[in-house]
């Protein structure tokens, strides 16, 4: 977990995730999720699940394809 924690960190955008968002962000490194899924992994609450995805999805940072699956853009 150290190691992509680190190869996270290098990324542009990384400073300036919340805590949730870099939780999301974690959950999708391995590729695309369905939603309900991310929020049962990682234990943020639907309220927060949502308001971290909308702000991912504005910075461009991941996008919603059909089924409600996420991925990492």
Same mark, same amino acid.
Do not use: K, S, V
């Given at each position: 977990m150290e190691e992509i924690k680190s190869v996270l960190s290098k990324l542009p955008?990384?400073?300036k995730l919340s805590e949730d968002e870099r939780t999301l962000v974690e959950a999708l490194r391995d590729g695309p999720r369905?939603?309900?899924d991310v929020i049962a992994g990682?234990? +943020?609450t639907t309220g927060k699940f949502l308001?971290?995805?909308t702000t +991912?999805?504005?910075?461009?940072i991941v996008k919603r394809l059909p089924g409600k699956i996420i991925q990492l853009k």
């Open positions: 955008f990384w400073p369905q939603a309900d990682t234990g +943020l308001a971290a995805m +991912l999805e504005i910075r461009g």
